[in-house]
């Protein structure tokens, strides 16, 4: 008799003896038990994870002469036909190798006659993603609206190519990664079938390596116990060729350390002794995401007590920032060698690198913070030495013409002679502590627009700003701006101001502003004046 692969072998043959999936199973009991078994059903999910096992026993539930509790009694003479595939009422295609209009054109006129021995005709579509589109169009009709003794089963991989027309006419159904404690359990029972044993650690190991596919990690196992009575961690890691994840731990301690000539030493000895640079590589990310996830949760299950003491001891070292980017810079490496002639020879100087890297970050982040110090620093004192030798301005009218009849014309003839407004006031030193408060109090647009603006006392109780652009001078007076503006001068001056917004060139109100000024002056000694513009 031929040898029969284990998964296939120890293929669950009822609902009940699925593993990982309960939630899947008991819905379709109860549609079973209930007669409500509808027209067609989507099983999606990735490999491994029981969508045709699940097919194939619904498919005998359905069918059976004597089911109980919804599951198939395996002893009737449909279970039997449909298990050894004599009763060909049950159809599994595989549309990878079966994906062209003319396949489902010849289901669809099979559909049109009874089942022979069967309550109904059951075609199971494994890999529908795979068909064409013609192929799609052609199985749409008979899909939507089959006839009363056939059902459809599709399974797929990659539910997201199905065209929605298919999807909506289905009852799907997503099967999800098996935990690491069920596979473990059911290959217990495996070896326990076929006499065999395994130590635990060396079946945590395979549950890992599977990542949730029961089939992967039964074929690893079928591998396994092809050439041993007793499974050891050791054997595994030989057999498949898996780093020892104590070495790899001494690598990462190396990079942690900035150890580079150690690295080197720890990489070349995993290399001759046959390991892929590839799978070091990969390994020492899996193995920083164990060290993460051991970090903040406490819980990892394929490491002993030796590794564990390890990792106890890298998590001392090094930060969760640091696991993170680390990851991120070994995975920078494994797409730099996919292309390289010799990839051991960049991997090496990349890890070199990467040890030169760790070894600086401290100082480059201190760098980095002190740069920024200094420029938020020139952001508030720039122009600070400039504004140091400037000498203080004052308003100054002169007198085209003096007043020579008082008598007579009782009149004062004035004219203005107003040159460039930040020369003919008083510049406020504090501008730059102003800027900063609105910065800090997160008036970032103010700010933006005021930064290259400047600001002058105009008279006793009025500070000007004199912008250099009409659109700055709009958005510094819009909406509740002035009103912020004017309160921060205020309080950085330590007395109330009024606040009025100028351009540069705006001469007529920075004048207005002064004039209002001189009349409060002279009304005070009881003169009258009249200004004259010429």
Not at 271 to 283: A, K, W
Request: charged share 30%; aromatic share 6%.
């Amino acid at each position: 008799m031929s040898y029969v692969a284990l998964y296939r072998k120890f293929r669950p043959l009822k609902f009940e003896d699925m593993v990982g999936q309960d939630h899947i199973a008991q819905i379709l009991r109860n549609q079973i038990i209930n007669n409500r078994v509808g027209h067609a059903y989507l099983l999606s999910g990735v490999r491994g994870t029981g969508k045709t096992t699940t097919a194939k026993i619904f498919s005998r539930a359905i069918n059976c002469l004597n089911p109980h509790d919804g599951e198939p009694c395996n002893e009737c003479e449909v279970c039997k036909g449909i298990l050894d595939g004599s009763l060909t009422d049950v159809t599994e295609i595989d549309a990878a190798s079966n994906n062209g209009v003319e396949n489902i054109r010849s289901i669809r006129d099979e559909v049109m006659y009874a089942p022979t021995k069967a309550k109904y005709r059951v075609y199971i579509i494994d890999e529908v993603h795979m068909l064409s589109i013609g192929a799609f169009n052609a199985l749409l009709k008979t899909l939507e609206e089959p006839p009363e003794h056939v059902k459809f089963i599709l399974a797929t991989t990659e539910p997201t190519k199905l065209p929605a027309t298919i999807l909506s006419r289905c009852q799907r159904f997503d099967f999800k990664r098996i935990p690491n404690e069920y596979i473990i359990q059911r290959l217990e029972e495996i070896l326990s079938g076929i006499n065999k044993s395994a130590e635990k650690e060396a079946l945590n190991i395979i549950a890992n390596l599977s990542e949730g596919a029961m089939r992967d990690a039964i074929s690893i196992l079928d591998r396994c116990v092809a050439d041993t009575d007793m499974i050891t961690t050791e054997y595994i890691s030989n057999l498949i060729g898996i780093p020892s994840s104590i070495r790899i731990l001494d690598i990462l301690e190396d990079i942690i350390d900035n150890n580079s000539e150690k690295v080197l030493i720890d990489l070349n000895d995993m290399l001759n002794s046959g390991q892929n640079i590839t799978v070091i590589l990969d390994e020492c990310i899996k193995k920083l995401r164990d060290i993460l996830i051991y970090s903040k949760t406490k819980k990892i299950y394929i490491y002993n007590k030796e590794e564990l003491e390890k990792i106890d001891k890298l998590i001392t070292k090094v930060s969760t920032e640091k696991i993170v980017n680390l990851i991120s810079k070994i995975s920078e490496i494994q797409n730099s060698i996919k292309w390289a002639n010799n990839q051991i020879v960049v991997a090496q100087s990349q890890l070199i690198k990467l040890c030169v890297t760790t070894e600086n970050d401290g100082l480059e982040d201190l760098r980095q913070r002190i740069e920024k110090l200094e420029n938020n620093k020139n952001v508030v004192y720039v122009e600070k030495e400039s504004k140091k030798n400037n000498i203080e301005k004052t308003i100054n009218i002169e007198q085209k013409n003096s007043i020579p009849d008082v008598k007579n014309n009782n009149v004062v003839k004035t004219e203005t002679n107003i040159s460039t407004p930040s020369a003919s006031f008083k510049e406020i030193p504090q501008w730059k502590d102003v800027l900063v408060d609105l910065r800090g109090n997160g008036k970032v647009s103010l700010f933006t627009n005021l930064v290259n603006a400047k600001a002058s006392f105009v008279n006793d109780g009025l500070v000007g700003v004199f912008l250099k652009t009409d659109f700055a001078k709009t958005m510094v007076e819009k909406g509740d701006n002035l009103n912020v503006l004017k309160d921060t001068i205020s309080n950085v001056l330590n007395k109330e101001y009024e606040v009025r917004c100028y351009l540069e060139n705006d001469k007529k109100a920075i004048e207005d502003s002064r004039i209002t000024d001189l009349e409060n002056k002279m009304k005070g000694l009881n003169i009258p004046i009249d200004i004259i513009d010429e």
